[in-house]
């Protein structure tokens, strides 16, 4: 795919910025689905979109130096990247517990585990992606790094608010025997990737593709609501959602060079 | 009932099955213009061709179709454990997944046309979005819907061991990789560009001409599918039942020939090769017809 | 422990492999620009792939299979390499219908003079500005081997995974993730289109592979570790 994207568009926030917020209200998302199973959709779900957003933020950075390959291959291998490191931290601390007799309170601990092996995982994959592949874009690590985080903090970040709980029982009996860790891989991708993918052009303004990154954080937090079957989430998100995505419309209409309403093409000016 | 027969049966089922959502598959995506071809209806306003296509850039096609399917069966899932009964379930989760469809769709719409609207004068036309969005979703919900079966029929007749979702997600994955193998290269290398003769690849010169004449009146995405839907669709539909329905249908004859494992394993293995074989053997024929047919290019 | 460790690094070396071999031509290929299917590689290579997954995972649910038998693990990987290869022969010869019936192009190979298995000319046959159209057969052939190394790859990761003692569930979606990995590395290392092992592109493989290599090894490290607790 050759479109590459439009440039370096100015940015509302430094990139940075946004990754570390992120990663914090997804992190305090789990720990709140994990002691109030009660509200773990409502805020759980709610928290983990911070994750995708941050993720949309990041793949918008690096995808407009144009990958070759279109934007999505790289949502797609920073949530290939996050399912095994979500999968791998939980289970770790288990086998850490079990075999060498740590407390159990290294459990409380799953989320930064999980952290810190996404980001293991995504500097070494991201380092070979430029040796020995040979990709020419200066901030391939960096991305791959952060894109490997975003992408694990948001399938655990879901499957926590799902499960109700980041406990190896609760995830592997609640998210992964059920499938549902294979909706959060794909959801919580394509939130990943979809902004700047939908946004992109000359025109792009980071404003938008904030405000789409957002609609599809909270667009995913529904789909779980409902697979949940829990309504107050539903009812919630989707309200949220409509807030967001209608000021998404409503930008795009304000920044679009006309709106027509009737099939006429515009006169050429010759 | 003989177990055998019951399960191809399931297969019969979830072929045709499979076979109606790759051909909806490909309408819908045709539709929407999305997947590759769909750089071409980027490219338009950049080479002069303000247009009225939809520009529905959500991933690839295998990307956005496991989105799809994944939370059609999330939901289905989540309502099967309830005690709903299996079609309810199955057509609340695609709705469910109907509506993402939209939400995505129009997103992508907006974002790629605003994107490039200020530089090239490519106006928003909002009844192009209101027009497609129903054919759209509804196109979409039709191949949700026959993936999300056939999904369901995997696990719960024909031994898959994966839980519902995740056969979903990789059903999705597969039905959109072989809508936009197959089926797209209709819509991109010759829908797109009608004005130019029949019978050639398009020249890299050309691309981004794309045509925004219809047969009658200015060209939107639904005449683009009525012309694919002459061939394009239903050889997508075909290429994905076929897919599903050899692949059983393979194990089923080890299993009525066969006597123990090994042997059952080995002779479905063997039909499947020859099936590929056969493929192979066609596809040659398919290329030599063609050289006989169009012949070399002599002016050169 | 060390037997599966070896398999996950076979496998994402395999499947890497693999995506090099099956005839992508991207974006270009679905205008009859570039030889080659019109898709991208990674989202071709993981229908494929995991059909042939699937297929694999059928085979090794089956009651009486012995994943310490070779024989039996023989019989898996075969299974999900006629898995795939159905897949990709399927796709490839309804898309050449299309190309030759509905776009009226000859199949023809652009990195190519004569085509090394059915000795065809293939220059003359190609439309003037373009690089080349649909699948000619050492395309087709490179495909399927392609599809058989991706089923084996992938059948092979996951019969790793199970031998760890995981559930399938676990094992599947693992599987599923460490393909889109290696599919993508492979992906990157071909920037995007490759028409099959006789394009020039084919010559880096190595890279792809020691990356896979690399990054399966200290994935299969990680899931290793996890699974001594499971």
Same mark, same amino acid.
């Given at each position: ?18 990754? %570390? ?10 720990? #709140?689905?994990?002691? &109030? ?92 992606? =430029? ?58 991708? +394509? ?32 789909? &779980? ?29 304000? *920044? ?15 | 009932? *003989? ?21 909806? @598959? ?21 080479? !002069? ?25 999330? =939901? ?15 057509? #609340? ?85 072989? !809508?936009?193998?197959?089926?797209? %290269?209709? $819509? ?13 690849? =398009? ?11 219809? @047969?009658?009146?200015?060209?939107? !995405?639904?005449?683009?599918? $009525? ?42 293995? %063997? ?13 040659? +024929?398919?290329?030599? $017809? ?11 | ?85 159905? +897949? ?11 190309? %030759? ?70 094992? !599947? ?7 889109? +990995? ?5 992906? $990157? ?42």
């Amino acid at each position: 795919m050759s479109h590459g994207g439009g440039g370096h568009a100015a940015e509302l926030y430094p990139e940075n910025q946004v990754i %570390v917020i992120g990663a914090i209200l997804a992190i305090v998302g789990m720990y #709140i689905s994990q002691f &109030f199973p009660q509200v773990s959709m409502l805020l759980g779900g709610l928290l983990a979109s911070g994750a995708t957003v941050a993720g949309a933020n990041t793949t918008r950075r690096v995808a407009a130096y144009g990958l070759g390959t279109g934007v999505p291959s790289i949502g797609m291998v920073s949530l290939g990247l996050g399912a095994i490191s979500t999968l791998a931290g939980v289970l770790l601390a288990g086998v850490a517990i079990s075999q060498f007799n740590l407390p159990k309170e290294l459990l409380y601990g799953i989320p930064i585990i999980v952290t810190v092996v996404s980001i293991v995982l995504g500097y070494i994959v991201g380092k070979l992606t =430029v040796n020995p592949i040979g990709m020419k874009i200066p901030i391939m690590v960096e991305s791959m790094t952060k894109l490997s985080l975003m992408g694990a903090l948001s399938i655990l970040g879901f499957c926590a608010a799902y499960a109700g709980g980041f406990y190896p029982d609760t995830i592997i009996e609640g998210t992964v025997k059920n499938g549902v860790i294979g909706l959060a891989f794909i959801a919580a991708g +394509m939130a990943i990737l979809h902004p700047f993918n939908a946004c992109l052009g000359p025109n792009e303004s980071h404003k938008r593709t904030l405000l789409l990154a957002i609609a599809c954080g909270f667009i995913t937090w529904f789909m &779980f609501s409902i697979a949940k079957l829990d309504i107050v989430s539903s009812v919630a998100s989707i309200l949220l959602w409509g807030i967001v995505y209608r000021e998404f419309v409503k930008q795009s209409l304000k *920044d679009a060079c006309s709106v027509l309403y009737t099939p006429e093409l515009p006169k050429k000016e010759m | 009932m *003989d177990p055998t027969l019951l399960v191809l049966g399931a297969l019969a089922l979830s072929g045709a099955a499979a076979t109606v959502a790759g051909c909806a @598959e490909d309408l819908e995506s045709d539709v929407g213009s999305q997947s590759n071809p769909n750089s071409q209806v980027q490219l338009g306003p950049q080479m !002069g061709n303000i247009h009225r296509y939809f520009n529905k850039a959500i991933s690839g096609e295998p990307v956005s179709y496991g989105l799809y399917v994944a939370a059609a069966g999330a =939901v289905a899932w989540a309502l099967l454990n309830m005690g709903l009964n299996v079609p309810i379930a199955l057509i #609340i989760g695609s709705g469910i997944a109907a509506f993402v469809h939209g939400a995505y769709s129009v997103s992508s719409y907006l974002g790629r046309i605003v994107g490039q609207s200020q530089n090239f004068g490519q106006p928003v036309y909002m009844d192009v979005v209101l027009s497609h969005l129903g054919p759209i979703v509804g196109h979409g919900f039709i191949a949700v819907f026959c993936m999300l079966l056939a999904a369901y029929l995997a696990t719960s007749v024909l031994g898959n061991p994966f839980p519902l979702p995740l056969v979903a997600l990789i059903f999705g994955i597969t039905v959109g990789a072989i !809508g936009s193998s197959t089926g797209d %290269v209709h $819509y991109g290398a010759e829908r797109e560009y009608q004005k130019y003769p029949f019978g050639g690849g =398009v020249p890299v010169a050309n691309q981004g001409d794309i045509d925004i004449k219809a @047969e009658y009146g200015i060209r939107n !995405g639904m005449d683009s599918s $009525y012309f694919c839907s002459k061939l394009g669709g239903p050889l997508t539909g075909l290429t994905f039942g076929l897919i599903i329905f050899l692949d059983g249908w393979r194990g089923i004859i080890g299993e009525i020939v066969g006597g123990d494992l090994v042997s059952k394993s080995i002779i479905a293995i %063997v039909v499947g090769i020859v099936i590929v074989a056969i493929a192979a053997y066609l596809n040659r +024929m398919v290329e030599v $017809y063609a050289r006989k047919k169009y012949g070399p290019y002599t002016d050169r | 422990m060390a037997i599966p460790l070896v398999e996950i690094t076979l496998a994402g070396a395999i499947i890497n492999a693999s995506v090099h071999f099956v005839p992508v031509g991207g974006a270009p290929a679905a205008m009859a620009t570039s030889t080659g299917v019109g898709t991208g590689t990674t989202q071709l290579a993981a229908g494929a792939g995991f059909t042939g997954l699937m297929a694999a995972a059928i085979m090794a649910s089956q009651k009486g299979i012995d994943l310490s038998n070779p024989i039996h693990l023989a019989i898996i990987l075969l299974s999900g390499a006629v898995g795939s290869m159905i +897949m990709l022969a399927l796709t490839m010869l309804l898309g050449q219908l299309i190309y %030759v019936f509905g776009v009226g192009v000859v199949p023809a190979a652009d990195k190519c003079e004569k085509d090394p298995i059915t000795g065809d000319y293939q220059k003359s046959y190609i439309t003037p500005g373009t690089t080349g159209h649909a699948v000619p057969t050492v395309c087709f052939i490179s495909g399927l081997m392609g599809a058989a190394l991706g089923g084996i790859g992938g059948g092979l990761a996951y019969i790793a995974l199970k031998q760890l003692g995981f559930t399938s569930e676990v094992a !599947g979606i693992i599987a599923v993730g460490f393909f889109f +990995m290696n599919a993508v590395l492979a992906s $990157y290392n071909i920037g995007g289109t490759i028409e099959g092992f006789h394009d020039p592109k084919f010559k880096k493989i190595p890279n792809g592979i020691i990356a896979s290599f690399i990054a399966s090894l200290l994935t299969g490290v990680i899931v290793v570790g996890m699974s001594i607790g499971a």
